[in-house]
């Protein structure tokens, strides 16, 4: 994970890495960027799902489709 925002010095993050005492920190009207470098996806429809949990209170998710196109 990263956070590209401006003035951040620590913006690379392994999630192995993160735990109870290690966290990864988002701003206001800022960006997390999530890279899946070993990801490899047929064509097609994909659904994608994710969840964090926020300081082991809340929890919060997006979900949505993917599409990847044929190679052309």
Same mark, same amino acid.
């Given at each position: 994970?990263?956070?590209?925002? $401006?003035? !951040? =010095? %620590?913006?690379?993050?392994?999630? +192995? ?5 290690? =966290? *990864?920190? /988002? ?5 997390? @960027? ?5 990801? #490899?996806?047929?064509? =097609?429809? %994909? &659904? @994608?799902? +994710? $969840? *964090?949990?926020?300081?082991? @209170? $809340? !929890?919060?998710?997006? !979900? =949505? !489709?993917? /599409?990847? #196109? &044929?190679?052309?």
């Amino acid at each position: 994970m990263s956070n590209p925002s $401006v003035g !951040e =010095g %620590h913006t690379d993050t392994a999630i +192995a890495d993160l735990g109870p005492l290690s =966290g *990864f920190y /988002v701003r206001r009207d800022q960006n997390m @960027v999530i890279e899946l470098p070993c990801l #490899s996806l047929t064509p =097609g429809r %994909h &659904e @994608v799902a +994710a $969840v *964090f949990t926020l300081t082991d @209170v $809340v !929890e919060i998710g997006a !979900e =949505g !489709e993917l /599409v990847i #196109s &044929e190679a052309g």
